[in-house]
């Protein structure tokens, strides 16, 4: 396919050498030197100028493209972009924004603006924010198949009871497939006979019930209730969208935020939630006044801030903390110092932008460990490499880096064993390294 990118900031740069390999990609940015970064590393075409520009869309390759990806950052840029392309010829948009209220009048506007699939990565961070602290232990969760199969990372400390076994030891979780093991920053696929160490991040893949019930074995915090005290960090959209989702799932968080206007338009906004005035940034005050008593941290403020507060936190005693990194440069830190769970918004999205570009291809897509992993729904078809076959036989026609984790027939999750035969209309929930994605995808 021909796919067009505008911005060449974090996540157009990302999707953009992903694609790179298996597609025609142009990339349109405004500052030459990214885009001289980018095109030398990468098998990609590269225009400077203003993606809202039809002249620039043009010279860029538009009347061939496939698909127009908007992510600058700017979301009237980005609508704009979609629009200016759809006014020329009529690709598949794609814009990515942060504005709620845009993305629900988008909605309403039965998906118009000229814009296909608009992604707000605001409220899909919020998301998945909220369904990894509702799985204790996890660094991070996604569910496919409508919520039938959940994937779900974790880190494995010394006392973890996996830790030691190998993988055939270790699996005593029917409805459970040990997908991946991430060792020293290296991505490892195991076997029966891969022993689970400590320090690991483990990737499962399997039922809600059986991965819930492996989260309470692997993790040492307890399952948090709709009585504990969470105190979310910040109070603009992303705070919002996350003390909302809670509230859905019947929790009372307190919401901190300093600006007069912003507390008074969030008390309205939100139910059982409480919602005051303060500065997160101030963290003596803010610990002494909010931390105390509190079992999650949620830091949604700003990089600096998050840190501080979630190490503050851990001092004082809080038994778990989330906090929102928008840089990728500083993710390593954060993660290196133990905290529970980082939320990457540009991951997200990254993912979701890919899940629309597999055209005729995965139905979902869920990118894992900052890039180097993917996961992919997809229906069997009578084309696919898989329809027929067995996990085993799979395996030998695909490379290493590919895992069956879950097979879904007849609404029923059923646990890949070597002699499951996979069949025409099964929807199959596969692990795979990104390097290999995209040849892999062609044979789903």
Same mark, same amino acid.
């Given at each position: 396919?021909?796919?067009?990118?505008?911005?060449?900031?974090?996540?157009?740069?990302?999707?953009?050498?992903?694609?790179?390999?298996?597609?025609?990609?142009?990339?349109?940015?405004?500052?030459?030197?990214?885009?001289?970064?980018?095109?030398?590393?990468?098998?990609?075409?590269?225009?400077?100028?203003?993606?809202?520009?039809?002249?620039?869309?043009?010279?860029?390759?538009?009347?061939?493209?496939?698909?127009?990806?908007?992510?600058?950052?700017?979301?009237?840029?980005?609508?704009?972009?979609?629009?200016?392309?759809?006014?020329?010829?009529?690709?598949?948009?794609?814009?990515?924004?942060?504005?709620?209220?845009?993305?629900?009048?988008?909605?309403?506007?039965?998906?118009?603006?000229?814009?296909?699939?608009?992604?707000?990565?605001?409220?899909?961070?919020?998301?998945?924010?909220?369904?990894?602290?509702?799985?204790?232990?996890?660094?991070?969760?996604?569910?496919?198949?409508?919520?039938?199969?959940?994937?779900?990372?974790?880190?494995?400390?010394?006392?973890?009871?996996?830790?030691?076994?190998?993988?055939?030891?270790?699996?005593?979780?029917?409805?459970?497939?040990?997908?991946?093991?991430?060792?020293?920053?290296?991505?490892?696929?195991?076997?029966?006979?891969?022993?689970?160490?400590?320090?690991?991040?483990?990737?499962?893949?399997?039922?809600?019930?059986?991965?819930?019930?492996?989260?309470?074995?692997?993790?040492?915090?307890?399952?948090?209730?709709?009585?504990?005290?969470?105190?979310?960090?910040?109070?603009?959209?992303?705070?919002?969208?996350?003390?909302?989702?809670?509230?859905?799932?019947?929790?009372?968080?307190?919401?901190? +935020?300093?600006? /007069? &206007?912003? $507390? %008074?338009? @969030?008390?309205?906004?939100?139910?059982?939630?409480?919602?005051? =005035?303060? !500065?997160?940034?101030?963290?003596?005050?803010?610990?002494?006044?909010?931390?105390?008593?509190?079992?999650?941290?949620?830091?949604?403020?700003?990089?600096?801030?998050?840190?501080?507060?979630?190490?503050?936190?851990?001092?004082?005693?809080?038994?778990?903390?989330?906090?929102?990194?928008?840089?990728?440069?500083?993710?390593?830190?954060?993660?290196?110092?133990?905290?529970?769970?980082?939320?990457?918004?540009?991951?997200?999205?990254?993912?979701?932008?890919?899940?629309?570009?597999? +055209?005729?291809? /995965? &139905?979902? $897509? %869920?990118? @894992?460990?900052?890039?180097?992993?993917?996961?992919?729904?997809? =229906?069997? !078809?009578?084309?696919?490499?898989?329809?027929?076959?067995?996990?085993?036989?799979?395996?030998?026609?695909?490379?290493?880096?590919?895992?069956?984790?879950?097979?879904?027939?007849?609404?029923?999750?059923?646990?890949?064993?070597?002699?499951?035969?996979?069949?025409?209309?099964?929807?199959?929930?596969?692990?795979?390294?990104?390097?290999?994605?995209?040849?892999?995808?062609?044979?789903?």
């Amino acid at each position: 396919m021909r796919i067009l990118i505008v911005g060449a900031g974090d996540v157009g740069t990302n999707i953009a050498r992903d694609l790179a390999d298996s597609h025609a990609v142009t990339v349109i940015d405004r500052d030459s030197e990214r885009v001289d970064a980018l095109t030398a590393d990468a098998a990609l075409a590269g225009v400077v100028g203003d993606g809202r520009s039809v002249g620039t869309l043009d010279e860029a390759g538009l009347s061939e493209a496939d698909i127009v990806v908007a992510s600058t950052d700017s979301d009237a840029t980005n609508v704009m972009v979609c629009n200016a392309a759809k006014e020329a010829t009529d690709p598949h948009t794609i814009a990515r924004v942060k504005d709620v209220g845009l993305y629900r009048a988008w909605q309403s506007f039965d998906e118009g603006l000229g814009v296909d699939a608009m992604l707000c990565i605001d409220l899909l961070s919020a998301q998945s924010l909220v369904r990894s602290v509702a799985l204790p232990g996890a660094k991070a969760v996604d569910t496919f198949a409508d919520g039938t199969a959940e994937v779900a990372e974790f880190d494995i400390g010394a006392e973890t009871a996996v830790a030691g076994q190998s993988v055939a030891e270790a699996d005593q979780y029917p409805s459970v497939t040990f997908a991946a093991i991430v060792r020293d920053g290296k991505l490892l696929i195991p076997n029966g006979e891969t022993t689970i160490e400590a320090d690991d991040c483990l990737v499962v893949i399997g039922s809600t019930h059986g991965v819930s019930r492996f989260a309470k074995d692997v993790s040492n915090r307890p399952t948090l209730q709709p009585d504990d005290d969470i105190v979310i960090a910040g109070g603009d959209t992303l705070g919002y969208n996350v003390a909302r989702l809670f509230e859905d799932r019947g929790f009372a968080p307190e919401v901190i +935020e300093h600006d /007069p &206007e912003r $507390v %008074a338009r @969030l008390a309205n906004q939100l139910g059982t939630s409480t919602v005051v =005035e303060a !500065d997160a940034t101030d963290v003596d005050g803010f610990a002494r006044d909010h931390l105390a008593e509190a079992d999650l941290l949620v830091g949604t403020v700003d990089d600096d801030t998050n840190y501080l507060l979630a190490k503050l936190a851990r001092e004082l005693g809080v038994e778990q903390t989330v906090e929102v990194v928008d840089d990728r440069d500083v993710i390593d830190l954060f993660e290196s110092t133990g905290l529970d769970v980082v939320v990457h918004p540009q991951d997200i999205v990254a993912g979701e932008i890919l899940q629309t570009i597999y +055209e005729g291809g /995965p &139905e979902k $897509v %869920a990118v @894992l460990e900052h890039d180097e992993a993917e996961v992919l729904e997809i =229906e069997v !078809d009578e084309e696919s490499i898989l329809a027929g076959s067995t996990i085993q036989g799979a395996d030998t026609e695909l490379p290493q880096e590919f895992v069956v984790g879950a097979v879904i027939r007849g609404g029923t999750l059923r646990t890949p064993r070597g002699g499951t035969v996979i069949q025409t209309g099964d929807r199959v929930i596969a692990f795979m390294a990104t390097a290999v994605a995209d040849e892999i995808s062609a044979q789903l």
